[in-house]
């Protein structure tokens, strides 16, 4: 009956699965990239159905509803990173075959210890002609590694990058002198090892060898952001991101946003003073904001839209494989859901009771279900965090087997079969592990009266988001677990789910770079996109005292991760990577449904535009043609 009820449910459904995290659905490419160019010459307006925008000036999309933030420093999600690699960049980017390349620094060197980076940047403008400078990099990363910033991402700089003394941090997050740290970072004092040796150079020292340094400077944290921008908007410090809330802010990437429209509309208009400005054709993108894909799939066959970024489920059979304008990109991702450890789901439990309840609530879950059903385009079912493909760091894929590591850990408590085959194995096991945290069950298998046990699923909203809410909704209720589903808009969800105001909630992760540290660091306790809440006293959202129930001990984890980003052995430090991933799948607050790819839908008439593994969309190189 589950399945039956989901099926008619997600055939009623359109998809909107989108992902937190710059980092979000099959097994994903370690190269990062592949190219979109035009369809072949089948696909023509005739062929597909659907009409052609002929405003060869201009280009069309809805990549999803309101942005959360548009200041690199603070945005966290794919939709955001999309639009700030399109008018803002960084030292590095990404060509289309995935490559870091010259951004606005033209060249680097690197010094035999593989500790000192010297950047050398070319002639290049701000959005308003003030020259882009080398010291608007070094206020920028100081600006987002300052706490007071409040960057999800502050995280990123350390054990990276040499800090200031004062922000010596005691093990739960305090730091060793509150006063000279508050007082360093209200002054803006030089927080990084960072320093402009004249406009055009740039040196930065960092403590160990980093593999995916290179890649960090090309992701959005690292971008420059207008120093006197951000200041005249928030002299106070007390609305970090105010400066670019409205149409109009300074960047220096390729547009320029010229009119925003909230909840409605943006138009990016092309910036005369990005340094490779000759080579963009295009004069503006035009976006839809909406998440209703209904809506944007309508349009985008009225021809008043080039690009959709996703489309509904229930017209995926009638475009896959039939339809050249839908393609599907590789993604380096997971699709999830997660618990809040801090919960009253769990009191009266013991910490062990609470984990048997969570992984039991893992096991319910028909992945192969959710990957043929609602998602349709291949998807592999999860059951590790980091995807398969992504490197190590150390010249090998991460799921490789070595002779150190065999890929799955038989040993680590955190892992299960998810396929199909399995499903019946992994109800019976969750029926036993509640029974081992108290619950009781009738004969037939089904939850008693006497234990009841009921929670509510925080979902953004977004039809396929709400499907596969209900899809689990039926796997909790084939044992009698009851699932309240709450939807709410995009942002208000993000502020919900990261403040821990919840029980159960959808999340998904597309790596920022291609390293596991960055799908494990996340879960650091004073991470800002620690959404699970390890290591946090519920009453003050910081370290501290953690309820009697949840994971003790976390600041092992921490000490964990601090030891990796410090490790210079990276054959050692592959393996303690695993490690850890061991120690956050034996939480079972990490649950994984699938990992990502990305399906979406672009005119045979548009060509040019590419994207990596990370979901970014480059649009500036875009070309479009009357037929």
Known sequence: MKKLMASVLAAAMVLSLAACGSSASSTASSEAASTTESASSESTAEATGTKLNTDTSAMYLCLASEPEHLDPALNTTVDGACLAVNSFVGLLTYDENGNIVPGVAESYDVSDDKLTYTFHLRDSLWSDGTPVTAGDFVYSWNRAANPLT??????????????????????????VDEAAANEAMANNDILLNVEA?????????????????????????????????????????????????????????????????????????????YYDAENVTLETLNFMLSNDEAAFYAAYNAGNLDFIDSVPTDEIPNLKGINPEFQVLDNLGTYYMCFNVNSTLFEGKTPEQANAMRKAINLLVDRQYICDNIGQTDQTPANTFIPPAMSDGNGAEFRQNTADYTYPNADALGYFDPSEDAYDDNVAEAIELLESAGYKF?????????????????????????????????????IGINVDIQAEDWKVFLN???????????????????????????????????????????????????????????????????????????????????EAEDMLMETYAIVPLYYYNDPYMMKSNVSGMYSNAFGYKYFMYCTKTAA
């Open 150 to 175: 409040a960057s999800d991402y502050g995280y990123l700089f350390d054990g990276l990058i040499a800090k200031n003394p004062a922000l010596d941090s005691n093990a739960d997050g305090s730091y």
């Open 496 to 578: 919900d789910r990261k403040a821990g105001n919840f029980d159960v909630a959808r999340n998904g992760w597309l790596a920022d770079f291609d390293d596991p540290i960055n799908m494990i660091e996340m879960w650091i306790t004073n991470s800002g996109n620690n959404d699970v809440q390890f290591g946090r006293d519920p009453a003050t959202g910081k370290a501290g005292t953690v309820p009697s129930y949840a994971p003790q001990d976390w600041n092992k984890y921490d000490e964990l991760v601090a030891s990796i980003k410090s490790e210079t052995d990276f054959a050692k430090r592959a393996n303690m990577l695993h």
């Open 197 to 273: 040796v004249d406009d055009n150079t740039l040196t930065v020292t960092i403590e160990t060898p980093c593999p995916y340094f290179l890649s960090l400077c090309a992701f959005p944290t690292f971008f420059p952001v207008p120093q006197a921008s951000v200041e005249a908007a928030d002299p106070n410090g007390e609305n970090p991101g105010a400066w670019a809330a409205e149409a109009g802010f300074v960047c220096n990437g390729a547009f320029t946003c010229t009119e925003w429209k909230h909840d409605e509309s943006m138009v990016y208009t092309k910036n005369p003073n």
């Open 442 to 478: 009738t004969d037939d298998g089904m939850l008693s009266d006497e234990t009841p046990l009921s929670f509510t699923y925080l979902t953004n909203s977004g039809a396929g988001n709400e499907a596969v809410a209900a899809a689990l909704q039926q796997d909790m209720a084939v």
